[in-house]
């Protein structure tokens, strides 16, 4: 019987990936931090008897911030564990879905394709590169077959307030007013349901090494999403801007997703508004 590794299987992404997996029928190995250090669990001890078509790997240390006071927890997650687990794609002869990060830095140009200048502007990023670069290599020389993909903002139902739209929801919903550090950047904006789709079909259509950028194609900005989510939960709440400018912030991010489209035949079926009406219905419920 074949089965589908998910690392990282019970976090935000993870938890809907495999709920989408098993939905399909598919017989889902669940690997996360309960079970051990993805740096150093041994994978081919673990799995030698087991055999795996293909693996998510989704298991990475995520909140940015975090990354500048302990960055070595995130090169030994991103680096070593990604190439624990190439070394198990190599071993048994499995193909891999990565879920990396935006690594372009301040872009250049709008939209941003996978073909543009990477500049990892934080240490998370930076150990998404790396493991990037150990993607390709066991692409090119171990021959094993690697789809990368490159989220922009993913949003959706019980992500962590720690991160800006869930925050800004509870705002809405609880609080008398919503304060904010700053109106003005502008994030492409991916709502879970469609993210979990594009990885979907990446199993199907992982052979060589192949890049693709995961967002909606628009961009929105932080004034935008609260009128939008005063909006659905009919509020009119006091805004405030702390109108605190972050060193080196990006203004602006859009995603070309053409390429998606055209070789996975993916593209988002949600707009922003439609997914905070998810988010929100599933709140209120």
């Not at 499995?94 to 935006?102: E, G, H, L, M, Q």
């Not at 930076?126 to 094993?144: D, I, P, R, W």
Request: aromatic share 10%; charged share 25%.
């Amino acid at each position: 019987m074949k089965h589908i590794l998910v690392t990282g299987a019970d976090g935000f992404i993870g938890t809907a990936l495999v709920n989408k997996l098993e939905l399909m029928g598919v017989n889902v190995l669940k690997f996360n931090s309960a079970n051990g250090n993805v740096a150093e669990y041994d994978f081919i001890k673990e799995y030698k008897d087991i055999e795996i078509n293909h693996i998510f790997h989704l298991a990475a240390k995520t909140f940015i911030p975090d990354s500048w006071d302990k960055p070595l927890e995130f090169y030994r997650t991103s680096v070593i564990g990604t190439g624990n687990i190439l070394e198990l794609c190599r071993t048994k002869n499995i193909s891999c879905t990565f879920v990396s990060s935006y690594l372009y830095g301040q872009p250049e140009k709008l939209p941003i394709a996978e073909s543009d200048k990477i500049k990892s502007n934080n240490p998370y990023a930076h150990s998404k590169y790396l493991a990037e670069e150990l993607c390709k290599f066991y692409a090119e020389f171990y021959n094993v077959n690697i789809t990368i993909i490159r989220p922009f903002n993913i949003y959706g139902k019980r992500q962590k307030d720690i991160f800006l739209i869930p925050h800004i929801i509870h705002q809405v919903l609880n609080d008398k007013t919503i304060m904010v550090k700053d109106l003005n950047p502008k994030r492409d904006y991916l709502y879970l349901d469609d993210f979990i789709e594009g990885l979907v079909k990446t199993i199907a259509k992982t052979h060589g090494l192949k890049i693709f950028n995961f967002g909606s194609g628009t961009s929105i900005s932080v004034k935008e999403i609260i009128e939008i989510i005063q909006k659905i939960a009919h509020t009119n709440k006091k805004v405030i801007s702390e109108e605190v400018i972050r060193d080196n912030e990006i203004m602006n991010v859009i995603a070309d997703i053409s390429s998606a489209k055209h070789k996975l035949n993916w593209e988002p079926k949600y707009n922003f508004e439609s997914g905070i009406q998810e988010i929100i219905g599933d709140i209120q419920q």
